[in-house]
């Protein structure tokens, strides 16, 4: 095969492999954006559900503070 002929197949050869890591790359990329959504609305959930139950023990303590206030 003549140099000519060599540099034409590494050059394939690394054309194909770029395409490869490139894809790699961009399902990757796909992947953490799933990831970083999917995270972000559990944060959202759990903070949530931390509000809630501040509100809860609030009320919860409110009305216990009322009842000892009731009983003076």
């Given amino acids: 095969m003549s140099e000519s002929g060599q540099l034409k197949e590494s050059h394939s050869e690394k054309n194909k492999e770029l395409l490869i890591l ?3 790359h961009e ?3 796909r992947d953490s954006s799933t990831q970083l959504r999917d995270l ?3 944060l959202k959930s759990s903070e949530q559900r931390v509000s809630d139950l501040n509100e809860i023990e609030s009320s919860r303590l409110k009305e216990q503070l009322a009842e000892k206030e009731a009983e003076l």
Avoid: F, L, S
Wanted: aromatic letters at 0%; charged letters at 35%.
């Fill in 22 to 24: 490139r894809d790699i």
């Fill in 27 to 29: 399902n990757h990329q």
């Fill in 40 to 42: 972000e609305a559990q």
